[in-house]
């Protein structure tokens, strides 16, 4: 009998291994709930004891808090990067609104309801909650205030602006669980009508088909066309 292979085991840097972990956390948070972060679950996904992935996060409860913080961080990147190479912020603008209510945001929309929801008992959870509504505050806030600045916005308080435009797509997220399909386009559009009127925008500013919108970090320019 020819003897067993055994399979090479990979060694990985405990910054890498970590990462893995995180990523692997925040797919499965995505798609199944942020109840389905434990660390037996995460272990069973990398085909690894519980007790590694707990060598890293003493607790499920700071996996959870991680993997939100991951999903939610990579989608303000994607949505409202912080390093915008070309475009207008009127366009950086308008492409963050075509993005954030189109359909394939529904899963992170849901994340922030599972989050939110179970951050009530949870601390290490709710203080990761706290801090990416603070860092999505501070995003929107530094594009308005560049905005106003190129005297493409007019407002008095960037701040307070972007504070209704997050509260007005917070109801929408609220939805996400409801029939999205089927929503009027008036309601699907509140946020960026909020931001029209707030900073002094004609009506349609951020959906007319003929304004080209920056896509994030490859620094490439889409058509409104190309919305999800």
Same mark, same amino acid.
């Given at each position: 009998?020819?003897?067993?292979?055994?399979?090479?085991?990979? &060694?990985r840097t405990p910054a890498a291994r970590r990462a893995? !972990?995180?990523?692997?956390?925040?797919?499965? $948070?995505?798609?199944?709930? =942020?109840?389905?972060?434990?660390?037996?679950? !995460?272990?069973?996904?990398?085909?690894?004891?519980?007790?590694? !992935?707990?060598?890293?996060?003493?607790?499920?409860?700071?996996?959870?808090?991680?993997?939100?913080?991951?999903?939610?961080?990579?989608?303000?990147?994607?949505?409202?990067?912080?390093?915008?190479?070309?475009?207008?912020?009127?366009?950086?603008?308008?492409?963050?609104?075509?993005?954030?209510?189109?359909?394939?945001?529904?899963?992170?929309?849901?994340?922030?309801?599972?989050?939110?929801?179970?951050?009530?008992? &949870?601390?290490?959870?709710?203080?990761?909650?706290?801090?990416?509504? $603070?860092?999505? &505050?501070?995003?929107?806030?530094?594009? !308005?205030?560049?905005?106003?600045?190129?005297?493409?916005?007019?407002?008095?308080?960037?701040?307070?602006?972007?504070?209704?435009?997050?509260?007005?797509?917070?109801?929408? *997220?609220?939805?996400?669980?409801?029939?999205? =399909?089927?929503?009027?386009?008036?309601?699907?559009?509140?946020?960026?009508?909020?931001? *029209?009127?707030?900073?002094?925008?004609?009506?349609?500013?951020?959906?007319?088909?003929?304004?080209?919108?920056?896509?994030?970090?490859?620094?490439?320019?889409?058509?409104?066309?190309?919305?999800?």
């Amino acid at each position: 009998m020819p003897p067993s292979v055994q399979r090479k085991r990979i &060694r990985r840097t405990p910054a890498a291994r970590r990462a893995e !972990i995180v990523g692997t956390a925040a797919a499965v $948070a995505l798609a199944e709930g =942020l109840e389905c972060v434990t660390l037996r679950r !995460i272990g069973e996904e990398l085909g690894v004891r519980p007790g590694l !992935i707990s060598h890293y996060f003493p607790s499920a409860d700071d996996l959870m808090a991680e993997a939100f913080g991951s999903a939610a961080g990579a989608e303000l990147d994607s949505l409202l990067p912080a390093e915008r190479a070309q475009g207008t912020p009127t366009l950086h603008l308008g492409w963050f609104f075509a993005r954030a209510s189109g359909e394939s945001y529904d899963n992170i929309s849901r994340l922030w309801i599972n989050a939110r929801h179970l951050s009530r008992d &949870r601390t290490v959870l709710r203080d990761r909650v706290a801090e990416q509504e $603070a860092a999505w &505050r501070e995003r929107l806030t530094g594009l !308005i205030r560049a905005g106003v600045d190129r005297n493409e916005f007019r407002t008095d308080d960037p701040y307070m602006t972007s504070l209704q435009i997050l509260v007005a797509l917070d109801g929408l *997220e609220a939805q996400a669980n409801s029939d999205t =399909l089927n929503r009027p386009a008036a309601v699907s559009r509140m946020a960026a009508t909020t931001a *029209e009127r707030e900073l002094g925008l004609p009506e349609g500013a951020f959906t007319r088909t003929d304004a080209p919108l920056a896509a994030p970090l490859t620094g490439q320019v889409v058509s409104s066309h190309s919305r999800p």
